[in-house]
């Protein structure tokens, strides 16, 4: 079975960079597929961060470009994301996830809310 | 980017009724449509990827039909565990974009 589990501070400074951590287990992430983040804000939807194929290309989404990285370690088979310049905006739990074809996420991480405050 | 757009936002249902969401897209996406159902506190779960085919382990009371901009989920006999938020999701265009959900909840 594919488990995916985020870890990282839960509160971030404004102006700081959030840093999550992906730990992947069932699975490696060398074997295939994109492995992604994704976020949802306090009551509301949810919106694709970006993601990361075996081969380390990346795809963001064109929204948050500018201050996303996301990266992999697949001797440790895990990835991680990077948010710089964060606001209250940024408030989300944050879910890394394992997506077909870049899109469709059949596998989730549990979630990891990261509050932006000072 | 694509809007995704569903209706209603929430709706209050009984055991055994039967439940309809629709999705509507801001451009034509043919079939590249997933929905996902969430529990509060959870992450969300794939339940119909390409609009029609239901994922494995998925129960066959949920199905999802439509095409190009409107599509639809239908839950044929609501069960207890299927109160949740249900989101629609397009993986047409970059980037993939969701509803903004649609919450069932117990009359």
């Known amino acids: 079975q594919v488990l995916l589990q985020e870890s990282g501070p839960g509160l971030v400074k404004p102006s700081e960079t959030l840093s999550l951590t992906c730990t992947v287990s069932?699975?490696?992430?060398?074997?295939?597929?994109?492995w992604g983040w994704i976020r949802q804000p306090p009551g509301k939807g949810l919106e694709w961060i970006g993601s990361?194929?075996?081969?380390?290309?990346?795809y963001y989404n064109p929204s948050l470009r500018s201050r996303i990285t996301v990266s992999m370690d697949t001797s440790q088979n895990q990835f991680f994301l990077k948010l710089s310049s964060v606001t209250a905006a940024d408030t989300a739990v944050y879910f890394c996830?394992?997506?077909?074809?870049?899109?469709?996420?059949?596998?989730w991480g549990q979630g990891t809310l990261v509050t932006v405050s000072s | 980017d694509i809007q995704m757009t569903q209706s209603p936002s929430s709706l209050s249902a009984s055991v055994g009724d039967r439940v309809t969401i629709a999705c509507r897209a801001s451009q034509s996406i043919g079939n590249n449509l997933n929905w996902y159902q969430q529990k509060p506190g959870k992450a969300p779960n794939l339940l119909i990827h390409?609009?029609?085919r239901l994922q494995s382990g998925v129960p066959p009371r949920f199905s999802g039909s439509g095409s190009g901009t409107d599509f639809t989920l239908t839950i044929s006999t609501l069960q207890p565990e299927d109160f949740a938020t249900y989101h629609c999701q397009q993986s047409f265009g970059t980037p993939p974009t969701f509803g903004q959900g649609t919450k069932v909840e117990i009359k």
């Open positions: 069932g699975y490696s992430i060398n074997s295939g597929y994109f």
């Open positions: 390409v609009a029609t």
């Open positions: 996830s394992r997506e077909v074809g870049g899109t469709t996420v059949d596998y």
């Open positions: 990361i194929l075996n081969s380390g290309t990346t």
